[in-house]
């Protein structure tokens, strides 16, 4: 199945007012000139044939094939992907500029259902690959360098050879994707036309969210228990779709025999399970000495006797209240990148003055961030929903990083330039941290520092301890799953075992807070992704610690990694700047960037 691009981070936003000047929308021609356009119908009728014609040239047949004659099989595969995304790409950024406008969604829904009615008879070609032996395959790389260059790709496809199903099966799943393609988008239309009563104006959930770093006490309570109660009313939809995603994922996960839920995202992530069991228990273990201690701080800067859930996000008493313009956060991030490498900023800049960024809140938008690369021949677009404060600054460094990424990678081809998820954040967090770095480097008083320290800390335990609680949570709701049916409030309980451990003995937590996991996309759009924020940030930390201590020729080491996409395996990645991440040392490293940070506000308070 050809996936959408879905919301990665949460960019809380309000409205495109003047104090932040002009902001960015897309210009989707690039892609096509619009949905009617002859360049659309072309590509869609040629997908047709090239799929139809490639079923005919090859099924059964691959074990017949030459090294050339694979080359050629496989370059054709790789174009009809691009095409294939191409279209994609451009119907679901259309959509999620307008969730709401029912055209966009039907453009979508039609998209998918051709492209997956023209790619089942596609299905064979993996199944075949891999009956293929391995002294086959083998042979044909060394005949043939321009065919060995994928055998990343070969690896990961033979990788799922133990799950594979018969030939039948796989092609009659491949056409019944589309259920699960229409229960996601049910979820994102249900988001999407949520309404929040609160001071008697009407919002949506991105508006309502934002309520949550509201500098006014009241004004951030209303909005969680105005949050609390539309979730609430909504619960028994929002259970129906992860009772039937989680169903679904179980039933695929029985007939292929994977081992656990989790194991079918490690496959594509190309990681090993110890790897991210590494990486679980170490963020766990340290919950008492980073968000317990912060959160403890943080409880003294605001005079409480407990936190409430909707202090975690507050800005604190002396916090720089001013709203950043677009032209000031687009300065401040290309001057950090720039400082890193000239060639960075070069990279970003098309992103400003191309239409490659649409930041705007409208009705209807999809919440959140993210940076969909589309395809290696056009270019990636960044969905931002900006307001001006500073952590919407990191978020544009965010996805930035992800942009300049998957511009690098596309010179790797359709096929191997796509990162995994573990690695996929490394530009992204890097990027966050140049930006952060440089903001913190020009801080004029101690009370500035100590803010922007705070805020990065809050960030970091955010993307590091919340997303692992948010990954247990995961791991738990499937486990239970397998079990029977879930009601909401078993749901609810689930989600209410990580908060506590997570967040620790500063909080209490409010009636209706045990719903908050319902408005998270992840849990639908792509079940374990949460675990790669963590990863990411424990392996940007180490980095970040590298190119401190002044590695030599760190910067075209770093280009090096970026390029290569996805045609290498993190233990190669990281092996240049001496970094191993199945070192269980190597998480501790990492977290102990965030725990320095946590001592130095601690001496700060002395």
């Not at 992907?81 to 679901?92: D, K, L, Q, T, Y």
Request: aromatic share 10%; glycine share 8%; charged share 25%.
């Amino acid at each position: 199945m050809f996936q959408l691009p879905f919301p990665v981070r949460d960019a809380k936003t309000s409205g495109g007012s003047d104090p932040l000047g002009d902001l960015p929308e897309w210009d989707l021609s690039d892609l096509y000139p619009g949905p009617e356009s002859a360049e659309l119908k072309r590509d869609l009728d040629w997908l047709e044939e090239a799929c139809r014609s490639f079923a005919a040239d090859y099924e059964g047949k691959l074990a017949d094939l030459d090294a050339a004659g694979m080359l050629d099989c496989v370059l054709r595969n790789e174009r009809i992907s691009a095409v294939a995304g191409r279209i994609m790409s451009f119907a679901g950024l259309r959509y999620y500029q307008v969730t709401t406008d029912s055209g966009r969604a039907k453009f979508m829904s039609d998209c998918q259902e051709k492209i997956t009615r023209f790619t089942t008879p596609l299905v064979f070609f993996t199944l075949e690959l891999n009956r293929l032996d391995d002294a086959v395959l083998d042979r044909h790389f060394g005949e043939n360098d321009d065919l060995a260059r994928y055998r990343p790709v070969f690896e990961r496809i033979r990788a799922m050879k133990p799950y594979q199903l018969s030939d039948e099966l796989e092609k009659f799943l491949h056409d019944l994707g589309v259920v699960g393609d229409a229960w996601e988008r049910m979820f994102d239309e249900t988001i999407a036309g949520l309404e929040f009563e609160v001071d008697g104006e009407t919002l949506g959930i991105e508006a309502t969210l934002n309520l949550l770093t509201d500098a006014d006490r009241d004004r951030r309570e209303a909005g969680a228990r105005e949050l609390a109660r539309v979730l609430g009313a909504n619960i028994r939809t929002f259970a129906r779709v992860h009772n039937t995603q989680t169903k679904e994922k179980e039933v695929l996960d029985r007939w292929r025999g994977m081992e656990t839920a989790q194991t079918g995202r490690h496959l594509s992530n190309h990681v090993e399970p110890e790897v991210v069991e590494a990486l679980r228990s170490a963020v766990v273990a340290a919950y008492p000495r980073l968000s317990h201690r912060y959160y403890e701080l943080k409880r003294k800067w605001l005079g409480l006797d407990k936190l409430q859930v909707w202090d975690r996000n507050a800005p604190l008493p002396m916090e720089d209240k001013r709203i950043l313009g677009w032209d000031e956060a687009e300065r401040m991030v290309m001057q950090a990148y720039a400082a890193f490498d000239p060639r960075m900023a070069d990279l970003a800049a098309p992103f400003f003055s191309k239409g490659w960024i649409d930041a705007g809140v409208k009705p209807g938008k999809a919440p959140g961030a993210f940076a969909h690369p589309t395809v290696t021949d056009v270019h990636p677009y960044v969905m931002l929903n900006y307001l001006g404060k500073p952590r919407d600054v990191m978020t544009l460094a965010h996805e930035l990083g992800h942009g300049v990424h998957q511009v690098l990678a596309a010179g790797q081809g359709e096929m191997l330039s796509s990162t995994p998820l573990t690695l996929a954040e490394t530009a992204s967090v890097f990027g966050e941290m140049l930006t952060f770095r440089a903001m913190l480097d020009g801080a004029e008083t101690p009370a500035q520092r100590k803010v922007m320290l705070a805020g990065k800390v809050e960030d970091m335990i955010n993307t590091v301890v919340r997303q692992i609680a948010f990954y247990d949570f995961e791991c738990k709701l499937h486990a239970a799953r397998r079990g029977g049916e879930l009601t909401p409030d078993d749901i609810n309980a689930l989600w209410m075992s990580v908060q506590a451990e997570s967040l620790g003995p500063a909080f209490e937590f409010m009636d209706g807070y045990e719903t908050f996991w319902a408005y998270i996309p992840h849990f639908v759009h792509s079940p374990f992704y949460v675990y790669a924020y963590a990863f990411g940030d424990g392996l940007v930390n180490a980095l970040y610690q590298v190119y401190a201590e002044g590695e030599p020729g760190f910067q075209d080491k770093y280009f090096d990694m970026l390029k290569a996409g996805g045609s290498k395996h993190h233990k190669a990645l990281l092996a240049p700047f001496g970094l191993d991440a199945s070192d269980p040392a190597f998480w501790d490293k990492g977290l102990g960037m965030i725990e320095g940070f946590i001592d130095e506000l601690e001496a700060m308070e002395g």
